[in-house]
């Protein structure tokens, strides 16, 4: 009796190994090629092991190599009677992937199937470890994606005839995900990186995240036609809190309870010797309504932040920063196809002194693209912000603005608002075209009207009204600018008294 269950055995094993170099020889589709050094089977146990595997899809030009690929526990029950591949653990360990999508005119490969209907496939847990992914444009042999050190595990992966129809061809359960560094080509002047990032079906973390043009200052600009921003953009870390991302209507989406941001710098540079870009610049409600996909973050929370946005106007003249320190912000409920307001509530020191807040609010799916914004500043000594006007306007400022108080509401084409301020000190210093000397004259008009004190109120406030017509070639933040100095020049030249509403 032992002799012939040794003897089953035996013979299983063999037709069990024999199958399945038969199955990885001759029963692959024909753009498939894969190749190996060794393999290894334990019919009792399921399991098939694969050493120095080499594995090309040439429809896709998906090429992976991998020390080893380990599959354990295969059903045979479901494989006898349906067909079906049931798998308990699938391993890979230290996959170098590459794949380059292909523009193919007749994409009959990728699509015929060998055996009419899709197989059902499931595996309970799938594993890669220490990966390296590298993902080519699909025009050139450039770089689009490329991690390093990725560790995965997929649980209850399924595939059948309803999943091979969608854009993802499979269904997944749990989910962890870890790499270290990353690159991502944003496109031909940006690209993004990251020093490690971690995601699962509760959390996710990314370090060192970077956003740079892939130019210095000057070489971008000989390449440019028109004005385009420099970025240097380095968030310390992101903390993402219950993702939810996948297809929903056939439709990408993305959803997050919370993201924080922590200890963002963010440099701009912007050469305004180019000619200036002429495009519409959509306003954020249009630009979220826009997304191609539904984007839904519920809080938002910035801290420890710094913007620093600096503008060349003149090719001799180094350009001064205006810099907002110190910035911490709350975004509350961010979305694409939503509902509700998109609120924004922000605090910052400007030039490292003055206390700055704003409260900015509107509607994505507002088609006039309305918007409510106000803010303040307080104890803010102007001379500290001298060295950008000087730059940038030819002028200068002395004094301390104690208090001053904003309120726009506006929409895609016209905004209005009001202000009111208190002073002291406060003087224009109006410069010469080369900046060497000071325009007495302008300097002098204007400070006939700042000084005169009798404008203001009881509390010592002058009141200013404005309206703006927007430049919708220009951003939401220039238009936010316009109506503020057109409230500043308001308030210090008009009547100073609060107008009868």
Do not use: C
């Not at 490329?146 to 269904?171: K, R, W, Y």
């Not at 749990?174 to 699962?200: F, M, N, R, V």
């Not at 970025?231 to 903390?239: A, G, P, Q």
């Amino acid at each position: 009796m032992l002799v012939a269950l040794l003897a089953i055995g035996v013979t299983a094993q063999l037709w069990f190994t024999q199958r399945v170099k038969v199955l990885l020889s001759e029963d692959l589709p024909s753009h498939i090629t894969l190749s190996y050094e060794r393999l290894t089977t334990n019919v009792l146990l399921g399991k098939i092991g694969l050493q120095k595997v080499a594995f090309q899809d040439n429809t896709t030009s998906l090429d992976l190599k991998a020390e080893s690929v380990t599959l354990s526990g295969l059903k045979y029950l479901p494989l006898l009677q349906k067909g079906a591949i049931a798998i308990s653990d699938l391993t890979v360990e230290a996959p170098q992937v590459t794949y380059q999508k292909k523009n193919l005119e007749n994409d009959s490969l990728s699509t015929n199937k060998k055996h009419g209907e899709p197989k059902n496939i499931s595996i309970e847990n799938f594993s890669i470890r220490n990966g390296q992914l590298k993902m080519l444009q699909h025009d050139s042999d450039s770089t689009l994606v490329h991690l390093e050190g990725v560790d995965m595990q997929l649980t209850n992966i399924t595939h059948n005839a309803e999943t091979a129809s969608q854009p993802l061809p499979f269904t997944f359960g749990a989910y962890e995900i870890e790499t270290q560094k990353g690159y991502y080509d944003l496109g031909p002047l940006e690209d993004l990186q990251w020093q490690s990032a971690k995601l699962d079906t509760s959390e996710g973390s990314i370090q060192k995240l970077e956003l740079r043009t892939k130019y210095s200052r000057e070489e971008l600009s000989k390449k440019l036609t028109v004005e385009h921003d420099h970025y240097n953009l380095v968030i310390d870390s992101v903390l993402l809190k219950q993702p939810d991302f996948g297809l929903a209507d056939h439709s990408p989406k993305f959803h997050l309870e919370d993201l924080e941001l922590y200890h963002p710098i963010f440099q701009v540079y912007r050469d305004k010797l180019l000619p200036d870009d002429t495009t519409h610049k959509k306003l954020y409600n249009q630009a979220l309504r826009d997304l191609d996909f539904d984007l839904l973050v519920n809080t938002i929370h910035i801290s420890e932040g710094m913007v620093a946005y600096e503008e060349r106007l003149e090719a001799e003249v180094e350009p001064e920063s205006l810099r907002f320190t110190d910035i911490s912000a709350t975004i509350r409920n961010l979305h694409s196809k939503g509902s509700g307001m998109v609120s924004v509530s922000a605090q910052s020191q400007l030039m490292g002194d003055g206390q700055l807040t704003l409260d900015w609010s509107f509607d994505p799916q507002s088609h006039s693209n309305d918007f409510l914004a106000s803010g303040s500043l307080k104890q803010f000594r102007t001379e500290n912000i001298s060295p950008f006007l000087r730059t940038n306007l030819n002028a200068e400022v002395k004094g301390t603005i104690d208090q001053m108080y904003f309120t726009i509401s506006g929409n895609e084409t016209e905004s209005q608002g009001d202000m009111k301020m208190a002073y002291d000190q406060f003087e224009f210093v109006v410069l010469k075209k080369d900046k060497l000397g000071v325009n007495k004259l302008l300097t002098a008009i204007v400070n006939i009207f700042a000084k005169e004190s009798s404008k203001a109120d009881a509390d010592g406030f002058r009141h200013g009204d404005f309206k703006v017509k927007r430049q919708p070639d220009k951003s939401f933040f220039n238009y936010l600018w316009l109506n503020v100095k057109n409230g500043l020049v308001d308030t210090m030249t008009g009547k100073g008294k609060q107008r009868k509403k």
